[in-house]
């Protein structure tokens, strides 16, 4: 059964997003003060912005800007990647606690590039 969603809240992509988003914040409570306007704040920034993309690109109701706003869902879950390991690297945070982070974005990768080429065909 092949059905649209009625709404980016049905889409699971969008919900592992909202997971993500609510584990980093979790995760950055523990990061020192001074981080605070630094990576703490990239950080939550790029989490959010993977399912406000998937949510804003779904709402648009175009095939094409759909795909455009995956694409920037896509850019956020690279650089929150890159932002969780520079704060392993930096010993903000111990790779076991990062570990749960890493896997949650690489499904979310290999969800939103599956959406992506899926609406692609469809054109």
């Given at each position: 059964?092949?059905?649209?969603?009625?709404?980016?809240?049905?889409?699971?992509?969008?919900?592992k997003?909202?997971?993500?988003?609510?584990?980093?914040?979790?995760?950055?409570?523990?990061?020192?003060?001074?981080?605070?306007?630094?990576?703490i704040?990239?950080?939550?920034?790029?989490?959010?912005?993977?399912?406000?993309?998937?949510?804003?690109?779904?709402?648009?109701?175009?095939?094409?800007?759909?795909?455009?706003?995956?694409?920037?869902?896509?850019?956020?879950?690279?650089?929150?990647?890159?932002?969780?390991?520079?704060?392993?690297?930096?010993?903000?945070?111990?790779?076991?606690?990062?570990?749960?982070?890493?896997?949650?974005?690489?499904?979310?990768?290999?969800?939103?590039?599956?959406?992506?080429?899926?609406?692609?065909?469809?054109?």
């Amino acid at each position: 059964m092949n059905t649209k969603p009625q709404s980016y809240r049905d889409l699971v992509v969008w919900q592992k997003g909202i997971e993500l988003a609510k584990m980093l914040y979790s995760l950055t409570t523990s990061f020192p003060s001074e981080e605070k306007f630094g990576l703490i704040s990239q950080m939550r920034r790029a989490a959010v912005s993977v399912p406000s993309n998937i949510a804003e690109g779904q709402a648009r109701h175009t095939t094409g800007e759909f795909i455009q706003f995956i694409s920037h869902a896509e850019g956020s879950a690279a650089e929150l990647d890159t932002q969780l390991c520079l704060s392993v690297e930096l010993g903000l945070v111990r790779s076991e606690q990062a570990a749960p982070g890493f896997t949650l974005i690489d499904e979310i990768r290999r969800m939103l590039n599956s959406l992506r080429r899926r609406l692609d065909g469809s054109r």
